[in-house]
């Protein structure tokens, strides 16, 4: 993997780029703002920083194999954004990100050194045709790739054991490691967990980004659909398919938050429906300790059940918690007059047309977003899965999905029924709750809420709620309808402020 004599360079960058630097500034769970106070008053370079990341992977990797691979280029690219903010060229050296070190999920493509394989030894060796337009977006902003996170293959359309990949192996949680990790976003939320990265990128279709927050104690922002571009993304449905930042706080979450939402021509209707959601000024002037004060809070039936004692007294304190900072809570709602039939529904219709646009989809990243590639089908995928049964690891996971969506014919009349009926169910359920009771946000445990949101395309943001007696995180999930991300970051991070849950990762057998 060139592995040794990547930290050999490393090491010589770090010593012409660190001397002398650096006294003072806590590394440890270092946040963008506080990056940005060490950068400013001289105790801080870019450089330093990558290092310390790098350092970290080294250590922690063997251990939690959140890392696919870490960039060659990092410390380079660190070295140049420390040169900019020295001769004070260029107003982009102020933005949030300039000089932050920043991991990125598997499945989103970088034009670099770097490869982009979902977790798959069938796309190793393809070649992008050129940056996902967030990274294109991460760039400008003179953010810093760190490197690859792991993640479930196939962004968990192959289902395989959650975090499993063939080239990445199984990623471990931090905070229990014989626990679930959960995926597919499992590298990036145990890197931001660990210390492992700045910041870092998931990607969420239903449960992705907010599911792996949720049991690695992480803020995890799932935006409306089209906030974020999802061009150069290995896709399953761009009906679903979002990217978002999965980070140690919600500040850093909504700095990348800001760097990474807009138009993009390559992903241009979803894109372009988007932006008008985006505010004047940004999202980090929605960071506001009183951001729970007026708030309406729809608590729903059938989502608190099913847990253990902590967990259920935890949520409890955590709904006097937001009463007490002027919310108005709201408790017994119902999203639908029957909930299981209709997440039973949702999971059937979203399933039986995810797989026709799966096909399409990914067949068309195959095809047009590849320079090269060994593969550039699906039919190609499942052969070379076929042919490589233990490294795929065949035996345990199979493909049944991929051979189904394979035997799919396009959208035709039985998929766009499905998908009415999707929008129904949407409309009919989470988007009439919350318009009659005037909503600003539900509140649900971890991702318990995702196919709701899903199918709608409405956004998420989950912050870290607490632990259980085995030392399992869990979070608190906001839901809310679409554009709505101004007043769940400011209910996130009020919530955030006010219960200080979060506690770095424990390594417990
Ligand atoms: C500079 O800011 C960092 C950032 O938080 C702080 O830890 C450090 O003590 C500050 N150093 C000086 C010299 O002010
Ligand atoms: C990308 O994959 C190739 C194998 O095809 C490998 O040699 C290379 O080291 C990988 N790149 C990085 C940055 O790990
Ligand atoms: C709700 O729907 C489920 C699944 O269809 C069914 O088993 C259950 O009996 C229904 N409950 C009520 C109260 O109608």
Redesign the pocket.
């Known amino acids: 993997m060139g592995w040794l004599r990547l930290q050999a360079v490393a090491a010589v960058l770090a010593l012409v780029a660190g001397a002398g630097c650096c006294r003072g500034f806590e590394f440890h769970e270092a946040t963008v703002d506080a990056i940005h106070l060490g950068f400013s008053n001289g105790s801080l370079t870019s450089a330093a920083l990558v290092q310390f990341y790098l350092d970290q992977i080294s250590r922690l990797n063997p251990l939690l194999r959140a890392v696919i691979e870490v960039n060659p280029d990092a410390l380079r690219q660190a070295a140049r954004a420390d040169a900019e903010r020295r001769s004070g060229h260029g107003h982009w050296t102020t933005g949030a990100l300039h000089g932050v070190p920043v991991l990125l999920k598997d499945n989103i493509a970088t034009r670099d050194a770097l490869n982009t394989t979902a977790g798959s030894l069938a796309l190793l060796g393809s070649v992008v045709r050129r940056d996902a337009g967030v990274v294109a977006r991460l760039r400008r902003a003179g953010a810093v790739v760190l490197g690859k996170a792991s993640l479930s293959e196939w962004a968990n359309f192959r289902v395989v054991d959650n975090g499993w990949s063939a080239r990445g192996g199984q990623v471990r949680n931090p905070y229990v490691l014989s626990a679930d990790p959960c995926g597919s976003s499992a590298g990036s939320g145990v890197a931001a967990a660990a210390d492992m990265a700045a910041v870092t990128l998931g990607t969420e279709t239903d449960g992705s980004i907010l599911c792996p927050s949720s049991w690695n104690s992480v803020v995890g922002i799932k935006p409306t659909l089209g906030l974020t571009s999802r061009a150069g993304v290995v896709p399953i449905t761009p009906r679903q398919d979002t990217v978002g930042p999965m980070c140690r706080t919600v500040s850093d979450a909504v700095h990348v938050l800001d760097a990474i939402v807009g138009y993009d021509a390559l992903d241009a209707a979803a894109t372009r429906a988007a932006s008008r959601y985006i505010p004047h000024g940004g999202y980090a002037q929605f960071l506001k300790k009183d951001g729970l004060k007026g708030k309406r809070i729809g608590v729903p039936n059938g989502f608190f059940a099913g847990y253990g004692e902590t967990q259920l007294r935890v949520y409890k304190q955590h709904l006097t918690t937001l009463r007490k900072h002027g919310a108005v809570v709201m408790k017994n709602l119902d999203v639908a007059t029957?909930l299981?039939?209709l997440l039973?529904d949702l999971g059937s219709d979203e399933w039986f047309a995810m797989q026709a646009e799966f096909k399409l989809s990914i067949n068309a990243y195959l095809k047009d977003d590849l320079l090269h590639s060994p593969v550039r089908s699906l039919a190609d995928i499942i052969a070379f899965n076929n042919a490589h049964p233990v490294e795929e690891r065949m035996k345990d996971f199979g493909q049944a999905n991929l051979i189904a969506a394979e035997n799919t014919n396009g959208i035709g009349s039985v998929e766009k029924a499905a998908i009415r009926r999707l929008k129904e169910l949407s409309a009919n359920g989470l988007e009439k709750l919350m318009k009659e009771k005037r909503l600003d946000a539900i509140v649900v445990p971890n991702n318990d809420a995702s196919g709701l949101l899903a199918v709608g395309g409405h956004p998420g943001i989950v912050v870290p709620a607490g632990y259980d007696e085995q030392g399992m995180p869990f979070g608190l999930c906001f839901g809310g309808m679409q554009g709505y991300e101004p007043r769940l970051i400011e209910m996130a991070y009020a919530f955030e402020q006010a219960t200080r849950a979060r506690r770095p990762p424990m390594f417990k057998p």
């Open positions: 029957n299981t039939a039973v």
